[in-house]
Nanobody
Framework: QVQLVESGGGLVQPGGSLRLSCEASGSIVSIKAMGWYRQAPGKQREMVASISRGVSTNYADSAKGRFTISRDNAKNTVYLQMNSLKPEDTAVYYC????????????WGQGTQVTVSS
């Protein structure tokens, strides 16, 4: 199994920056792709950014040009660099890992709160 632990959330002013980290442990070799999702109060959980074992990345339209997902293989860690933060970015951010197995569902972290406010 894969375990995920997020960190780096907090309170930041509009226009500021945060970097979220997601450290994976367990069956690292089984991971096909990882991503970041977020869920704001009263809204559905949405995909923010994802990255494959290669170099392919994908971003939500709201994140393009502001957020960057990256990976440090030596540390088994995926990052989400968030710049030019807006109040509407306020949400709980969750790390996700999709595995190659057809029989095992995705892994999720516990979430980290990001609040953008003056």
């Amino acid at each position: 199994q894969v375990q995920l632990v997020e960190s780096g959330g907090g309170l930041v002013q509009p226009g500021g920056s945060l970097r979220l980290s997601c450290e994976a442990s367990g069956s690292i070799v089984s991971i096909k792709a990882m991503g970041w999702y977020r869920q704001a109060p009263g809204k559905q959980r949405e995909m923010v950014a994802s990255i494959s074992r290669g170099v392919s990345t994908n971003y939500a339209d709201s994140a393009k040009g502001r957020f960057t997902i990256s990976r440090d293989n030596a540390k088994n860690t995926v990052y989400l660099q968030m710049n030019s933060l807006k109040p509407e970015d306020t949400a709980v951010y969750y790390c996700n890992a999709v595995v190659w197995s057809d029989y095992i569902g995705p892994a999720w972290g516990q979430g980290t709160q990001v609040t953008v406010s003056s």
